[in-house]
Structures are given as structure tokens and as C-alpha cells.
């Protein structure tokens, strides 16, 4: 199957119209070469010394368009060389006595098959006049166009032969439109699902530009309007201020993980797998994260083990414990508690992130890591938008890692995310540079 898709050409690097050539011209060689030496056999020598530039010709117009892209070309060359070699086929195959009729329409089929539309009708005609043409030369001069078989056996045999490769041909040069049309329309339904995804996120980024992004922003003008015209009392500012910084932390997460998402979405992320020592790579991330689960009355355990080396990106594995810790904060209420620890699996590190927060229904499982979830309010109302767990899902995957996620309602939820351990080899070259 590989080797009939180099030969035809890939969907990737060819059209469905330079596929389809490219299976014609190799069973119109293999048919030039069978009848070389089918027609020496039974005594049509001088036919079999015609076909032997056609062979060349029909090689020289496949590479023409596999391998220097010259489709148009090589089409025109193939319609016009297949025109003049049937008219020397007809004459010296015994015109009407012959195949020669059978062959030509088998070549119209050919033709029809990859000439551009405007062309079509335009090849028709000249197949129809060629054809009549030499049917009536052959009637006001028979003379000219004798019977070359040698007896009637040969005469049947020929037919036979050319019923036969016209049927083959018929049926792969068929069988490779229908494949390519298939293909193509699972990729057009494929780009439609693509589509209708992207609308999607834009409606979500338009969204939360609309609302959760504006939301903040009102809050401050309206705070700052109010202090410009009233005195307010120091103790009720401080109340203001605090609850406008919470707002403000979470708005600015919420900022991170919109332009990370997006720049994945429109120009792809870019990834730099390291060797990292996990305890390292995130102890900055967890002093931030410590400080705010702290200002929620919350306690956070590190149990990450010593000495483990990981292979991720840094600033990925950054982002993608943050969301985490972020939701586990968000969703547990003050007085619990949050471990984020380390576990070896064969040849994997589990991260897990556990909290004794409210937990998730199981029927949110499914579309909990895509963006048709639904934004939800944290205990202390704290808002989200949705993205965290869409980003940590795509950038654990872009690391060739797993995340996933186990929750009991009212109990608490542990989210799990699996990286590649570095190899003795691994740490070798680490200590090198």
C-alpha cells in the first residue's frame, strides 16, 4: 500500500487530478508493454516496434508530472502523442477489424478523467472526428488499411487481450477517483469539524472579552469614581481594595491563560523538552501558589520527591501546575488543604494535585478539558473562564504526557498529570552542559 501511494503520488504533494494521472500512465505503460509482447507473439511485429516509443513517451509524461509538478504539460502531451499513436494503431492494426475503436474509447476515458473541465468537451470532439475520419478513410480506401491477422484465432485472441487490460483498467482508474473523492470529502468534513471549532472559540473568546474581562475594569472606574466624590472610610477602602486585588489576581491569571491559548491557536506552540529536576523547575510556582492558598486559609503540602528528573518544557509545566493549584484553590473552602506530590510508574512521573475541596459531578468528566465546559464561581466567588484545564490538557499532550482526573463529590478532587522520567543518559548529558 505505501509503495502504490509513492508511485501514485501523496494527497500531501499531488492534486486528485495529478493522482489520477499518474494511475493512468501506469497502467497505459504496463498495457504498452503486455502488448508488445502479446502482438510479437501472434505475429504483429511491426505493432509491437510502434508501441516502444509509446512506452518512453508515457514514462517521460509520468515523471514530468510526479516529479517536476508539471501537470498541464504533461496532460496536453499525453492527450496529443495518445491521439497520433491511436491513428498509426488503426491503420496498421486492421482499422474496424481491429480493437483499434475499443482502445480509442478507452483513451477518451482516460482523457475525460484528468483534463481540466473547460477541456473536456473539446477532447470529445476531436476523439469524435479522428474517429470518423479514419472509419471513413478506411471505407473509401481498404485497400490501405489491410487485415493484418494471420487467422482467425489471432484476430480473437487480440480482442480477448484488449477486453481484458480495458476492464483492469476501467476498474483501478475508477477505484482510484472513488478512494481520492472519499479522501477528500472526509478531509472537507474533517476541515468543516475544524471550522465549527474554531467559530466556537471565537465565540468564547468574544465572550469572555465581552463580560469577564470588562467586569473587572468596571469595578476599578466605578471604585475610583466613587473615591473622587466621597470620602470613604479607611476601613471600608481596605475591604474595597482587597476584594478589588482578589479580582484583579484572577483577571490577570485569566489574561495568562487567554494569550497562551491563543497564541497556540494561531501560530502553534512551540516546545523545548528539557531534563528538569521537578522540585526545582516549580519551586517558584509553589511559593506564589503557597502565598495564595495562605490568604485563603488554606494549607499547601509539597510532597514532590527529591531528585526527580522529568522530561518537559519549563515554562509549560509552569502553567500547567499553576491552573491546577489555581482550581484547587478556587474550589476548596477555607480551613482544607492542598498536596501536590510525586509518584514513580514504570517510566512515568504522576504529578498529582490533590485538594478537600467540592469535588466534580462525574457527568462533567467528558467535557471537562474542552471548551464546551462551563465556567463556574469558586467558594469565595472567585471566577474562572474555562481555559486552565483546556491549556493543561494541550500543553501535557504536546509534552507526550496524560492528564486526568478523579473527584468525589463534597470529598475532593485529585488531578493527575504524567511526564517521561529522564533516563541515567539523560542526566549524563545534563551534567555535561
Given at each position: 500500500?505505501?509503495?502504490w501511494?509513492?508511485?501514485?503520488?501523496?494527497?500531501?504533494?499531488?492534486?486528485?487530478e495529478?493522482?489520477i494521472?499518474?494511475?493512468?500512465?501506469?497502467?497505459?505503460?504496463?498495457?504498452?508493454?503486455?502488448?508488445?509482447?502479446?502482438?510479437y507473439?501472434?505475429?504483429?511485429?511491426?505493432?509491437?516496434?510502434?508501441?516502444?516509443?509509446?512506452?518512453?513517451?508515457?514514462?517521460?509524461?509520468?515523471?514530468?508530472?510526479?516529479?517536476k509538478?508539471?501537470?498541464?504539460?504533461?496532460?496536453?502531451?499525453?492527450?496529443?502523442?495518445?491521439?497520433?499513436?491511436?491513428?498509426a494503431?488503426?491503420?496498421?492494426?486492421?482499422?474496424?477489424?481491429g480493437?483499434?475503436?475499443?482502445?480509442?474509447?478507452?483513451?477518451?476515458?482516460?482523457?475525460?478523467?484528468?483534463?481540466?473541465k473547460?477541456?473536456?468537451?473539446?477532447?470529445?470532439?476531436?476523439?469524435i472526428?479522428?474517429?470518423?475520419?479514419?472509419?471513413?478513410?478506411?471505407?473509401?480506401y481498404p485497400?490501405?488499411?489491410?487485415?493484418?491477422?494471420?487467422?482467425?484465432?489471432?484476430?480473437?485472441?487480440?480482442?480477448?487481450?484488449?477486453?481484458?487490460?480495458?476492464?483492469?483498467?476501467i476498474?483501478?482508474?475508477l477505484?482510484?477517483?472513488?478512494?481520492?473523492?472519499?479522501?477528500?470529502?472526509?478531509?472537507?468534513?474533517?476541515?468543516?469539524?475544524?471550522?465549527?471549532?474554531?467559530?466556537?472559540?471565537?465565540?468564547k473568546?468574544?465572550?469572555?472579552l465581552?463580560?469577564?474581562?470588562?467586569?473587572?475594569?468596571n469595578?476599578i472606574?466605578?471604585?475610583?469614581?466613587?473615591?473622587?466624590?466621597?470620602?470613604?472610610?479607611e476601613?471600608?477602602?481596605?475591604?474595597?481594595?482587597s476584594?478589588l486585588l482578589?479580582?484583579?489576581?484572577?483577571?490577570?491569571?485569566?489574561?495568562?491563560n487567554?494569550?497562551?491559548?491563543s497564541?497556540?491557536?494561531?501560530?502553534?506552540?512551540?516546545?523545548?523538552?528539557?531534563?528538569?529536576?521537578?522540585?526545582?523547575?516549580?519551586?517558584t510556582?509553589?511559593?506564589?501558589?503557597?502565598?495564595?492558598a495562605?490568604?485563603?486559609?488554606?494549607?499547601?503540602?509539597?510532597k514532590l520527591?527529591?531528585?526527580?528528573?522529568?522530561?518537559?518544557?519549563n515554562?509549560?509545566?509552569?502553567?500547567?501546575?499553576?491552573?491546577?493549584?489555581?482550581?484547587?484553590?478556587?474550589?476548596?473552602?477555607?480551613?482544607?488543604?492542598?498536596?501536590?506530590?510525586?509518584?514513580?510508574?514504570?517510566?512515568?512521573?504522576?504529578?498529582?494535585?490533590?485538594?478537600?475541596?467540592?469535588?466534580?459531578?462525574k457527568?462533567?468528566?467528558?467535557?471537562?478539558?474542552?471548551?464546551?465546559?462551563?465556567?463556574?464561581?469558586?467558594?469565595n466567588?472567585?471566577?474562572?473562564?474555562?481555559?486552565?484545564l483546556?491549556?493543561?490538557?494541550e500543553?501535557?499532550?504536546?509534552?507526550e504526557?496524560?492528564?486526568?482526573?478523579?473527584?468525589?463529590l463534597?470529598?475532593?478532587?485529585?488531578?493527575?498529570?504524567?511526564l517521561?522520567?529522564s533516563?541515567?543518559?539523560?542526566?549524563?548529558?545534563?551534567?555535561?552542559?
Amino acid at each position: 500500500m505505501q509503495l502504490w501511494q509513492q508511485l501514485m503520488g501523496s494527497p500531501d504533494t499531488h492534486t486528485l487530478e495529478a493522482i489520477i494521472f499518474h494511475t493512468a500512465c501506469i497502467f497505459t505503460g504496463l498495457l504498452f508493454i503486455c502488448s508488445i509482447i502479446f502482438n510479437y507473439l501472434i505475429g504483429l511485429y511491426t505493432l509491437s516496434i510502434l508501441l516502444v516509443p509509446a512506452v518512453f513517451s508515457v514514462g517521460f509524461v509520468y515523471y514530468l508530472s510526479k516529479f517536476k509538478y508539471r501537470l498541464n504539460l504533461a496532460v496536453t502531451i499525453f492527450c496529443v502523442l495518445g491521439n497520433l499513436l491511436f491513428i498509426a494503431f488503426f491503420l496498421k492494426n486492421s482499422g474496424i477489424n481491429g480493437p483499434g475503436l475499443v482502445v480509442y474509447l478507452l483513451f477518451f476515458f482516460l482523457v475525460i478523467s484528468i483534463v481540466p473541465k473547460n477541456q473536456r468537451f473539446g477532447w470529445m470532439a476531436v476523439n469524435i472526428i479522428v474517429a470518423i475520419s479514419l472509419i471513413l478513410f478506411q471505407y473509401r480506401y481498404p485497400e490501405l488499411v489491410p487485415v493484418n491477422y494471420e487467422d482467425n484465432l489471432s484476430r480473437h485472441l487480440d480482442f480477448s487481450y484488449v477486453y481484458f487490460f480495458t476492464l483492469i483498467i476501467i476498474y483501478f482508474i475508477l477505484t482510484s477517483i472513488i478512494t481520492s473523492y472519499n479522501r477528500e470529502r472526509l478531509l472537507a468534513e474533517k476541515r468543516a469539524e475544524q471550522l465549527e471549532i474554531a467559530n466556537q472559540s471565537k465565540n468564547k473568546l468574544f465572550s469572555i472579552l465581552a463580560h469577564d474581562l470588562r467586569s473587572p475594569l468596571n469595578s476599578i472606574q466605578s471604585f475610583l469614581e466613587i473615591s473622587m466624590e466621597v470620602e470613604i472610610e479607611e476601613e471600608e477602602k481596605r475591604s474595597i481594595n482587597s476584594s478589588l486585588l482578589k479580582e484583579t489576581k484572577y483577571t490577570g491569571q485569566m489574561l495568562i491563560n487567554l494569550l497562551s491559548w491563543s497564541k497556540t491557536q494561531m501560530e502553534g506552540a512551540s516546545v523545548k523538552m528539557l531534563v528538569l529536576n521537578l522540585e526545582w523547575a516549580l519551586e517558584t510556582t509553589l511559593l506564589l501558589q503557597t502565598s495564595l492558598a495562605e490568604e485563603k486559609g488554606l494549607i499547601l503540602n509539597n510532597k514532590l520527591q527529591q531528585n526527580m528528573y522529568v522530561i518537559a518544557d519549563n515554562d509549560m509545566l509552569e502553567l500547567i501546575v499553576r491552573n491546577l493549584l489555581n482550581n484547587a484553590i478556587k474550589f476548596t473552602p477555607p480551613g482544607g488543604q492542598l498536596t501536590i506530590s510525586s509518584e514513580v510508574h514504570g517510566k512515568e512521573c504522576w504529578i498529582k494535585i490533590q485538594d478537600t475541596g467540592i469535588g466534580i459531578d462525574k457527568v462533567d468528566f467528558d467535557h471537562i478539558f474542552s471548551l464546551n465546559s462551563q465556567s463556574t464561581y469558586g467558594t469565595n466567588q472567585e471566577k474562572g473562564v474555562g481555559l486552565g484545564l483546556v491549556l493543561c490538557k494541550e500543553f501535557i499532550e504536546l509534552q507526550e504526557g496524560r492528564i486526568w482526573v478523579e473527584s468525589t463529590l463534597n470529598v475532593g478532587t485529585t488531578f493527575f498529570i504524567s511526564l517521561q522520567i529522564s533516563s541515567q543518559n539523560d542526566l549524563f548529558a545534563l551534567h555535561l552542559n
